[in-house]
């Protein structure tokens, strides 16, 4: 019995030691190589299907999400684009460069919207909060405020402890510096999730068309929305989501015309 | 100073900072003392060989005292001693474009992937610990199918501790004009370490760039009407300055995941420390109140103990262990009468203790009770017949009847 259970062991040890398979990992390394290739000669379309094929299969790297982007740019489909790049920034918020492309896809499509109507407004940033958080990732403020707060605690719990006057005020200050940081990066990490606003965040990708005031092509106008609009996706209901507008106007679309950036 | 020492056939690099105060140290030369300033120091790098001559510093001092009018003593001129160096040449073999001192080179391209017609950058870095990096010179030979143009040089110059070295970076903007694969071949940089008298090689790695897309034709087709297919968005006219970068050849295919905020562990986790500090708290405040109650009510502490000893007895008893039983009942007795005499009575003897009652105000009927059972005790311990259960359990009861006798005591009146 014993000897049973030894080469039991032995052998789901074996089991653990052999390498993981590389097929996947080898087949997204194809796939993510085909849609460089069909993107730099200028087939954005089979780009944009190659890059979608790895995040269908799960992939959500800021990396594949560039190209993604860039792809959706080169074939003109601006508020994907934007998508696309916001998708890329929530997962690496200091891509500067992603940035700089997100915000060349907003000039463009406000640009034509002046073109169009004759002024644009480009509602491209948020609040001071979400701005002052912008260059911060989550998992870096998550980490910060977990060891600040425990920090904070710790010396909070040691200063009956310590018997000189200089290193109680020390350990003290350290407390209140360690308290003080934690409070921040966490209001960072509520900001991120959104905590302090309704819905969560997402993008309207289709052509600038009117928000209804309600599930229904029939309802009446309640404002206008625009390609590559931030907007909040509050709830859906049948084919219809409702959104507010970057600009406080909050009305129906159809559903597949609004993307949210978290997913 | 009014002249500085020539270095024809030499490359310079000064090796005290442009901006610096001059600071003299004093030094006696045949009795004299002088106040020395260092003018000038610098590494020299011969250029070429044969006998080559460093030229003397040349001063103008002004001596004597006051300003103006007033001023006495006149001007002093001195140049310095000029210097010979007789420059050898490199030993042999000595190939094209040897260095002479300690390097090492790197190479990279900051893409392994491209479109034909965008260019890539070939990075060649030299880190040169010991010589003259603007000696570095690399070739890049010509490959079929790629435009090579001019290179770009950036030099950054060290000298810790006088020894002169720095890094020399060099950069090549390279088109593919065709698909295929090419293979940037490895660059050798022959390498003379005067310290040694040794040559060595130092290479950079072999490089493969793939390009893809329609080939460049070679001559400039005359400007249409009409837009080129697969035009930049940033070529359009009417959009002329919008950048969108370059597609990125390479991805960790990171996947959805929870981050650490969302783990559901994290929210609780925040209340952990908090819940510890406050545990910590209440269980010092409630021993902290324990220990005033103990020492408000000595007595009643006593009493407790005494009955957790009576308790042991019991269970003595049941387990047959008459050492035991009789040894936690005279225990028992013992801290009784401690805490309602407020003194250690477990070291003195009958006489003493009978006294010490007395003392207190007990009934002479209470004390010969409690002395004849610590006796009867003390010598039902060692006696062979006293491990009977009927007799045990009977001195368990007395002592229970013996404690709760000492606990009616009344010595407030008693005590003299």
């Given at each position: 019995m014993k000897r049973g259970l030894a080469a039991g062991a032995l052998l789901s040890l074996a089991c653990l030691s052999v390498p993981v398979p590389t097929l996947a990992v080898d087949r997204l390394d194809e796939i993510f190589a085909r849609g460089n290739e069909a993107f730099l000669t200028g087939d954005y379309a089979a780009a944009i299907a190659e890059y979608e094929a790895l995040v269908a299969a799960g992939v959500s790297d800021p990396d594949v999400y560039f190209n993604l982007g860039l792809s959706h740019a080169r074939a003109d489909e601006l508020g994907r684009a934007v998508l696309a790049f916001e998708r890329c920034l929530r997962h690496r918020p200091s891509d500067s460069e992603a940035r700089t492309a997100l915000r060349g896809a907003q000039t463009l499509l406000a640009r034509r919207q002046a073109d169009r109507d004759g002024e644009a407004t480009m509602n491209t940033d948020t609040s001071i909060l979400e701005a002052s958080y912008r260059w911060v990732s989550l998992e870096l403020l998550s980490i910060t405020a977990l060891s600040c707060w425990n920090l904070f605690f710790l010396l909070l719990l040691i200063v009956p402890y310590v018997r000189r006057e200089s290193g109680r005020l020390t350990v003290s200050v350290g407390a209140v510096i360690s308290g003080l940081l934690a409070a921040v990066m966490l209001l960072g990490v509520s900001v991120k999730h959104d905590f302090f606003l309704d819905g969560s965040p997402a993008v309207y990708v289709a052509d600038s068309a009117p928000l209804l005031q309600g599930p229904d092509r029939r309802t009446s106008s309640a404002g206008q929305i625009a390609e590559g609009d931030r907007c909040r996706f509050l709830r859906e209901e049948g084919d219809y989501a409702e959104v507010q507008s970057s600009s406080g106007v909050t009305g129906w679309t159809l559903r597949d015309r609004v993307e949210p950036i978290g997913r | 100073?009014?002249?500085?020492?020539?270095?024809?056939?030499?490359?310079?690099?000064?090796?005290?900072?442009?901006?610096?105060?001059?600071?003299?140290?004093?030094?006696?030369?045949?009795?004299?003392?002088?106040?020395?300033?260092?003018?000038?120091?610098?590494?020299?790098?011969?250029?070429?060989?044969?006998?080559?001559?460093?030229?003397?510093?040349?001063?103008?001092?002004?001596?004597?005292?006051?300003?103006?009018?007033?001023?006495?003593?006149?001007?002093?001129?001195?140049?310095?001693?000029?210097?010979?160096?007789?420059?050898?040449?490199?030993?042999?073999?000595?190939?094209?474009?040897?260095?002479?001192?300690?390097?090492?080179?790197?190479?990279?391209?900051?893409?392994?992937?491209?479109?034909?017609?965008?260019?890539?950058?070939?990075?060649?870095?030299?880190?040169?610990?010991?010589?003259?990096?603007?000696?570095?010179?690399?070739?890049?030979?010509?490959?079929?199918?790629?435009?090579?143009?001019?290179?770009?040089?950036?030099?950054?110059?060290t000298h810790p501790q006088d020894r002169v070295g720095g890094t020399r970076t060099t950069e090549w903007l390279i088109v593919p004009q065709a698909p295929g694969e090419y293979d940037i071949p490895a660059l050798a940089l022959p390498i003379f370490n005067p310290a040694t008298g040794a040559w060595s090689s130092a290479s950079t790695p072999r490089l493969r760039l793939v390009a893809v897309g329609n080939a460049i034709p070679t001559t400039i087709d005359p400007p249409t009407d009409e837009p080129a297919e697969g035009l930049d968005i940033a070529d359009e006219e009417s959009e002329p300055d919008i950048e969108f970068g370059s597609v990125r050849s390479e991805s960790e295919f990171t996947r959805d995941h929870d981050t650490l905020s969302e783990a559901p562990w994290f929210g609780p986790s925040f209340g952990a420390a908090p819940l510890l500090l406050l545990l910590l708290f209440l269980g010092r405040r409630t021993l902290a109140r324990a220990q005033a109650k103990q020492a408000e009510n000595p007595e009643r502490h006593g009493q407790r103990e005494a009955r957790t000893r009576l308790s042991d007895a019991t269970r003595a008893a049941k387990a047959g262990e008459s050492r035991k039983v009789y040894a936690h009942c005279s225990a028992a007795l013992t801290r009784a009468l401690d805490s309602r005499c407020s003194e250690p009575t477990g070291g003195l003897s009958r006489p003493q203790l009978r006294r010490l009652l007395g003392d207190e105000g007990v009934g002479q009927a209470d004390i010969n009770a409690l002395l004849t059972a610590f006796e009867e005790w003390d010598s039902a311990r060692f006696s062979p017949g006293s491990d009977d259960a009927t007799i045990l359990k009977g001195a368990t009861r007395q002592c229970d009847a013996l404690l709760r006798r000492i606990a009616k005591w009344d010595l407030s009146g008693g005590a003299s």
């Open positions: - | 100073v009014n002249q500085q020492p020539s270095t024809d056939g030499f490359w310079v690099q000064d090796l005290l900072p442009a901006q610096r105060t001059l600071e003299p140290h004093r030094q006696t030369v045949r009795g004299v003392p002088y106040s020395v300033y260092l003018i000038r120091r610098f590494a020299a790098f011969p250029l070429r060989t044969g006998e080559l001559t460093i030229g003397g510093l040349g001063l103008r001092v002004q001596t004597g005292h006051g300003f103006g009018f007033v001023r006495t003593g006149g001007v002093l001129e001195r140049t310095g001693a000029a210097r010979t160096v007789s420059v050898r040449a490199l030993p042999a073999p000595a190939p094209a474009g040897a260095f002479v001192g300690e390097a090492t080179v790197e190479a990279r391209l900051d893409r392994s992937q491209v479109a034909t017609g965008d260019a890539v950058t070939l990075t060649l870095g030299a880190r040169v610990t010991a010589g003259n990096v603007r000696d570095i010179r690399f070739t890049l030979p010509d490959i079929e199918g790629l435009r090579i143009l001019q290179p770009r040089h950036n030099d950054v110059v």
